[in-house]
Nanobody, 125 residues
């Protein structure tokens, strides 16, 4: 069993920054790639960013590339999402997730077994 807990969401202003954290427990976190997804009201949950288990490779959705940065600290069992140059369209609930295949990052939500409860990010214009 694994538990994922997101934090750091809240209200941000357009052009501002927020940093999300995803703390994991219950499994060998460092063996897993990790992804961030987000879901806006009445929209599908979408891939935002992913990072390999070592942290050596990262992946981003085109909509956040150059603005968001994913990183991890395996010693703290935590993954971060630094969000800069925020836009109102970034407003969503943000989730971290571990994939079914521990080392494999995909952009499909069905490929992920473990999810956190989500943290709300609201960006005002």
């Amino acid at each position: 069993q694994v538990q994922l807990v997101e934090s750091g969401g809240g209200l941000g202003q357009a052009g501002g920054s927020l940093r999300l954290s995803c703390a994991a427990s219950g499994r060998t976190f460092s063996n897993y790639a990790v992804a961030w997804f987000r879901q806006a009201p009445e929209k599908e949950r979408e891939f935002v960013a992913g990072i390999t288990f070592s942290g050596g490779t990262t992946y981003y959705a085109d909509s956040v590339k150059g603005r968001f940065t994913i990183s991890r600290d395996n010693g703290k069992n935590t993954v971060y999402l630094q969000m800069n140059s925020l836009k109102p369209e970034d407003t969503a609930v943000y989730y971290c997730a571990l994939p079914n295949t521990p080392w494999l990052i995909t952009r499909r939500r069905l490929d992920y077994d473990y999810w956190g409860q989500g943290t709300q990010v609201t960006v005002s214009s």
